[in-house]
């Protein structure tokens, strides 16, 4: 399955941003769909993550601010980001494994050590 992240976007700060992630060829029917970041001068942090039965797992830093949901039938998952600031600036990313039935803070931990299939990524910066 190859993942596609929409277009880097720029963004004023306190506004609301949607990134989304596409999958192809292959349905996302089966697998799990996290969400990371890379901010500048710093290391890739985990964000999210979004089971196929829809349970969700946000790390602290986001929760309650982003949000993630998953349309099957569009083969499509995406993070919606609220009240941004510009701390949120960084590099997104998506990433999937096969959902296999474990909690998602297991399937961000095998994602976060490189495993999985990634997207390319693409650029959010929040101008204050």
């Known amino acids: 399955v190859q993942l596609v992240e929409s277009a880097p976007r720029f963004v004023l700060s306190a506004r609301s941003l949607r990134l989304s992630c596409s999958a192809s060829?292959?349905?996302?029917?089966?697998?799990?769909i996290g969400w990371f970041r890379h901010p500048p001068g710093s290391v890739r942090v985990p964000l999210s993550c979004i089971l196929i039965d829809g349970d969700t797992y946000f790390e602290d830093s986001v929760n309650g601010r982003f949000t993630v949901s998953r349309d099957n039938a569009k083969n499509t998952v995406y993070l919606q980001m609220e009240s941004l600031k510009a701390e949120d600036t960084a590099v997104y990313y998506c990433?999937?494994?096969?959902?296999?039935?474990?909690?998602?803070?297991?399937?961000?931990?095998?994602?976060?050590?490189?495993?999985?299939?990634w997207g390319q990524g693409t650029q959010v910066t929040v101008s204050s």
């Open positions: 060829p292959r349905t996302l029917d089966y697998y799990a």
């Open positions: 990433a999937t494994f096969m959902d296999g039935g474990v909690k998602a803070s297991k399937i961000m931990d095998l994602l976060a050590r490189g495993l999985g299939t």
